[in-house]
């Protein structure tokens, strides 16, 4: 496919554009087929948009956080491009001995300090890009152009590796992939309209069903250690509800290794207030300590349940699995799924 002017509805002539929000999906309970949407499957990272220019990349986070000097290995991205200028949008992944995308591997490779990954990095821990969307090429917005089109001409400029890859779809099964995914204990798929335009911001034109129960909340305390265990026994989740309240949804002590636990502690210090951040008191047989809620934590969980004195919903068996530098605390919020059909 060649890139002309007029050769491709919706493309429009313009300069290259800087970080910006990428498009977000809204969950729905089930997954479904449906002609008019192609399936992928939903990789646990780092979100990044790449931004090719002058044969150099830069990456950034979805709240434009750059991470070009956390991942140097992805520096060689333009040279799989047969483009002078462009725009990606991807996952940053830790893929564990199966070839399953691990949030917590990546913790590994990052430790907790952003600032630091460079320092700190494990060697040993190999992350991929995974390539799903084109919305820049050499002097023309795509942004209005198809999203089955951007995918086709994706394709036509990528050359894919072991580090760099195409995040393939599969054409309006959505079922069959979720089956698979669920089998391979995947986290779950996306769904996406096939001639959806993209934008900037969560819309319904692209879908997640979730396999796995993981939730990204915010940490506004933490409880005394029982026993033998050392600083903390667990922190306090919560998540914000639409009046703005920070609501507890639970708190999560395992998940931790010995490093990351003495890590968080000192995190957790730095950040102690007197007050709770909390719009309801916390559940809890030891004693509590409350924090600024400035650090989002990812949680996987069995369940959501409606236990506890204050009635609201407790996510079961939480685990922290690890520090989101990449979700701001405000967008830690209730996501209720859509349910029946997507239309």
Request: hydrophobic content about 35%; proline content about 6%.
């Amino acid at each position: 496919m060649q890139l002309a002017p007029g050769a491709i509805p919706g493309v429009i002539a313009a300069t290259m554009p800087g970080p910006f929000t990428p498009m977000l999906a809204t969950l729905v309970e089930e997954p479904f087929d449906d002609p008019a949407w192609l399936f992928e499957v939903k990789w646990d990272g780092y979100r990044a948009l790449s931004f090719i220019a002058g044969g150099q990349a830069k990456f950034f986070s979805r709240n434009q956080n750059e991470l070009t000097g956390d991942f140097p290995e992805l520096l060689e991205l333009p040279s799989h491009l047969k483009a002078s200028t462009a725009v990606l949008d991807g996952e940053i992944c830790a893929l564990d001995a199966r070839g399953r995308s691990s949030f917590s591997l990546m913790q590994q490779r990052t430790g907790f300090e952003p600032s630091k990954f460079r320092r700190r990095k494990r060697g040993d821990v190999e992350i991929v890009y995974y390539i799903f969307d084109l919305l820049y090429l050499d002097g023309f917005s795509l942004f209005r152009v198809p999203l089955e089109t951007r995918k086709q001409l994706l394709t036509s400029i990528l050359t894919a590796s072991q580090l760099i890859r195409y995040s393939d779809h599969i054409d309006k099964k959505g079922l069959p992939l979720f089956k698979v995914a669920a089998d391979q204990g995947l986290e779950g798929i996306v769904a996406k309209k096939r001639n959806s335009f993209y934008q900037q911001k969560r819309t319904r034109d692209w879908l997640k069903v979730k396999i796995r129960h993981t939730q990204e909340c915010v940490i506004g305390g933490y409880t005394d250690p029982s026993g033998s265990r050392e600083h903390f026994g667990s922190i306090i989740l919560g998540l914000y509800d639409q009046k703005g309240s920070l609501v507890p949804v639970g708190q999560a002590g395992s998940g931790f290794t010995h490093q990351t636990h003495q890590a968080m502690w000192k995190k957790l210090r730095a950040l102690e207030i007197d007050t709770s951040p909390f719009s309801e008191e916390p559940d809890s047989s030891r004693g509590v300590h409350f924090v600024r809620p400035e650090i989002v934590a990812e949680i996987k969980f069995s369940e959501w349940t409606h236990s506890g004195a204050a009635g609201g919903p407790k996510m079961r068996a939480p685990v922290f699995t690890g520090i989101r530098f990449d979700r701001r605390p405000r967008e830690c919020v209730f996501e209720s799924p859509l349910k029946g059909s997507p239309q």
